[in-house]
Antibody, heavy 123, light 110 residues
Framework: EMQLDESGGGLVKPGESLTISCAASGFTFTIAWLSWVRQAPGKGLEWVGR??????????DYAAPVRDRFTISRDDSKNTVYLHLNSLKTEDTAVYFCTAEGYGYGYHAVDIWGRGTMVTVSS | QSALTQPASVSGSPGQSITISCTGT?????????VSWYQQHPGRAPKLIIYEVSNRPSGASNRFSGSKSGNTASLTISGLQAEDEANYYC??????????FGGGTKVTLV
């Protein structure tokens, strides 16, 4: 079974940093493009960013609201992708889903989803 | 970056068909065949139900169908059932390499 398991969410204060992790299993991690999608309480889905597979350069893309504050990295030896959240704001409060984009079903379709981890930014 | 535009809610009776629209621009929906649709039940992760405008992944009900005309994509749910009550989101690839989602549509059976 293809699976993504997030960990590391929690409560932090505005301006602080946090790193959340996502461990993958059941599929070929090295060829996957990994994306993060977040959902604020009671709100819709928002794409945060992605990291391409190494064979496609391993480069990241980010959504404008997080571009200068968040960083996505991957460790193919551990089948793990990370989201480093810096200079956190209250509006970053959300469930953060780890996902695979375009793995099995076409380009840019988010076809594997983790259960999500909650990040709360509050003083 | 603006989200794609979806109606906030759509309702229908059991057995009916409903259609949810997703309007973007020529830089996203209109410019690429990379429109997807997701179903999300409360407290659950979203599930892919349509990819590349009109294709269904394995396991998705054949009552879901997708289409696109110009800058607007559509999801049709035929033979509405109780289990279809959920939130539905569209997404599209955008020319700046981003992925953009719609604001979501709540489907209710009446």
């Amino acid at each position: 079974e293809m699976q993504l398991d997030e960990s590391g969410g929690g409560l932090v204060k505005p301006g602080e940093s946090l790193t959340i992790s996502c461990a993958a299993s059941g599929f070929t991690f090295t060829i996957a493009w990994l994306s993060w999608v977040r959902q604020a309480p009671g709100k819709g889905l928002e794409w945060v960013g992605r990291v391409r597979s190494k064979s496609h350069g391993g480069t990241p893309d980010y959504a404008a609201p997080v571009r200068d504050r968040f960083t996505i990295s991957r460790d193919d030896s551990k089948n793990t992708v990370y989201l480093h959240l810096n200079s956190l704001k209250t509006e970053d409060t959300a469930v953060y889903f780890c996902t695979a984009e375009g793995y099995g079903y076409g380009y840019h379709a988010v076809d594997i989803w983790g259960r999500g981890t909650m990040v709360t930014v509050s003083s | 970056q603006s989200a794609l535009t979806q109606p906030a809610s759509v309702s229908g009776s059991p057995g009916q068909s409903i259609t949810i629209s997703c309007t973007g621009t020529s830089s996203d929906v209109g410019g690429y065949e990379y429109v997807s649709w997701y179903q999300q039940h409360p407290g659950r992760a979203p599930k892919l139900i349509i990819y590349e405008v009109s294709n269904r992944p394995s396991g998705a009900s054949n009552r879901f169908s997708g289409s696109k005309s110009g800058n607007t994509a559509s999801l049709t749910i035929s033979g509405l059932q109780a289990e279809d009550e959920a939130n539905y989101y569209c997404s599209s690839y955008r020319s700046n390499s981003a992925l953009v989602f719609g604001g979501g549509t709540k489907v209710t059976l009446v």
